[in-house]
């Protein structure tokens, strides 16, 4: 594998394999990489001839007073993991490559509508965020796919929706969410639980699975469901932020007509965020 932490560097190495007839496929994370990154791999592993895997912790997503600063920073596990993986370049540019005149005066994506729901209300600007950094991996690598884990469900359809409006012209991935054996969908923000609060974090799943088996069985009262599943959360000593159940296509309110449905949460456990999501199709 080999690792480039400059533009140019990536842009070398790509020109190379475009001219020897290579598909690429890139993998964008922020790194400590854990199961779910590793899928990701694997899948584009599949669909791909070349693996690109960016490192990069966008300071531009995270709000004043989130975690930043203590986002684990593991690069060279990271980088272990991905040499096993048979990832064939690992591209970690600085903040200085990616915002080379300051977060400040860099040209920003936003993505109307589906940023404005959910995590948007809760973290402004964390979608703006999210996809000036995608947009720009994307335009830096050209790649022919790109793949995010299904867990950042809304993260996905922001991409999905800011590559159709730019006519970016790569195919966007959903890959299913990884989790432990006891159900919690990994995250590196996992590693923020203490030993109680992760004996506790499984029941936000077990919450999800809930509503997904009720929604599949018939129940359609939606707002009854995201309040029931709110009290089961706050009994069992979480702070949601929201619970809710969307249209998968769009999160808009669902409609009464069939066709798939997102149920998302967002809930504090003690000072950490977890978020997660199931899909169920509704009858
Ligand atoms: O999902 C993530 O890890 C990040 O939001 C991403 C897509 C790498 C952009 O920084």
Redesign the pocket.
Same mark, same amino acid.
């Given at each position: 594998m080999e690792r480039v932490s400059t533009i140019k560097e990536l842009r070398q190495q790509i020109t190379g394999w475009r001219k020897a007839g290579d598909s690429i496929a890139l993998v964008?994370?922020?790194g400590n990489l854990h199961a779910g990154h590793l899928e990701l791999v694997r899948q584009a592993r599949q669909r791909a001839d070349r693996i690109v895997v960016?490192i #990069?912790i966008?300071p531009m =997503?995270f709000g004043a007073g989130e975690d930043f600063g203590s986002y684990p920073r593991t690069l060279e596990q990271d980088a272990a993991q991905l040499e096993r993986a048979e990832a064939n370049l690992l591209f970690t540019p600085s903040v200085q490559e990616v915002y080379p005149r300051g977060q400040a005066l860099q040209t920003i994506v936003t993505v109307p509508g589906i940023s404005q729901t959910l995590c948007g209300v809760s973290r402004p600007g964390h979608f703006a965020g &999210?996809a000036t &950094? &995608?947009c720009k991996l994307l335009n830096m690598v050209q790649p022919d796919l790109a793949l #995010?884990?299904n867990k950042?469900f809304q =993260?996905l359809l922001v991409i999905r929706q800011m590559v159709e409006d730019l006519c970016i012209p790569v195919e966007i991935i959903g890959a299913p969410t990884v989790r432990e054996p006891d159900g919690l969908a990994r995250s590196s923000r996992n590693g923020y639980l203490t030993a109680e609060e992760r004996s506790r974090a499984p029941i936000l799943y077990r919450v999800l699975s809930e509503t997904s088996k009720a929604i599949a069985e018939g129940r359609d009262d939606y707002a009854v469901l995201e309040s029931e599943s709110k009290q089961r959360l706050t009994a069992a000593g979480f702070k949601p932020d929201y619970y809710s159940i969307r249209n998968a296509a769009d999160l808009s309110a669902p409609s009464g007509e069939t066709g798939k449905l997102a149920i998302l949460a967002a809930v504090y456990l003690g000072r950490t965020r977890l978020i997660d999501n199931l899909l169920v199709e509704q009858h």
């Open positions: 964008p994370t922020m960016s #990069f966008n =997503q &999210v &950094v &995608v #995010f884990g950042d =993260q």
